[in-house]
């Protein structure tokens, strides 16, 4: 599997020279294998899109936060006739995935509906694991304000485990770790600092020092730190990333290429 990091940003996306070598793109990864170009959540960065070539499109949607659904209308497939892009989520607040996506995209809040673009956009409701083609996608709840869905994608013996938009308690905490168990990849929600996270409790979203210890007890591979806080410049973040830093640990940069 390729895994590109296209948005790493959380909460809102942001431009400038502060945000240069992480970025300011909110949520999206794009998981490649020889069929199949799947998209985890269509934050900012999916409009980012590399050429995916004749793969199947397929977009997971982790919970219909603007922050990751808000790249949608630019995604540049969804302008292409005769593709179809199928898109997965869990039903949230009793709205299924199509409804979800109508009530962001549809006037007045945007110009067009869904169904104006060329593209063959086909939606799916979720509940639990599926195949991809060979890709096999597992999911559990995290906590989250409104819910949010943790995946973890399998293909030929490797997976990655995205779980973003995550606040961590005692009881989930043991969920995810045994659902991370020996993944290759931990994508981790570290918005907050420690001592921002006193006073952002119940927001839904985690920390490093968390992170670390669902990496250990998860014996995961490797982690990145994701969601970064649209207040935290590079030089912040940089600060953030050398107190947890290792070869196997950083904080995502937008662009970034894994390869598992
Ligand atoms: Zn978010
Ligand atoms: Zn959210």
């Given at each position: ?10 909460s ?27 998209f ?53 607040g009793?709205?299924?995935t ?52 943790i ?59 968390i ?46 290429v894994?390869?598992?």
């Amino acid at each position: 599997m390729k895994i590109t990091i296209l948005g790493a940003r959380g909460s809102i996306a942001i431009s400038g020279k502060e945000v240069q070598e992480f970025g300011g793109a909110t949520s999206c990864v794009l998981v490649q294998t020889d069929e199949e170009a799947l998209f985890i959540d269509a934050g900012t960065g999916i409009i980012s899109s590399p050429d995916i070539g004749e793969r199947r499109i397929s977009v997971l949607i982790s919970h219909p936060h603007i922050d990751h659904l808000t790249g949608l209308p630019f995604f540049p497939y969804i302008y292409e006739k005769d593709r179809q892009i199928d898109v997965y989520a869990v039903r949230r607040g009793n709205l299924s995935t199509s409804m979800m996506l109508d009530r962001l995209i549809s006037p007045p809040l945007w110009p067009l509906r869904l169904a104006d673009y060329n593209s063959d956009l086909v939606c799916h409701d979720i509940e639990r694991a599926f195949m991809i083609g060979d890709i096999r996608v597992d999911l559990m709840e995290g906590i989250h304000p409104g819910g949010c869905s943790i995946f973890r994608i399998t293909h030929a013996g490797h997976s990655l485990v995205y779980a973003t938009d995550y606040e961590h308690d005692e009881e989930n905490l043991h969920s995810l770790i045994s659902f991370a168990n020996n993944t290759d990849l931990l994508l981790y929600d570290a918005q907050y600092t420690d001592e921002e996270y006193e006073t952002k409790k119940t927001f839904g979203h985690s920390t490093a020092k968390i992170g670390l210890q669902v990496m250990k007890e998860s014996r995961a591979k490797q982690m990145r730190f994701v969601h970064h806080d649209p207040h935290h410049t590079d030089s912040m973040l940089r600060e953030m990333e050398q107190a947890v830093r290792s070869d196997s640990v950083s904080y995502a940069r937008e662009g970034e290429v894994i390869e598992l």
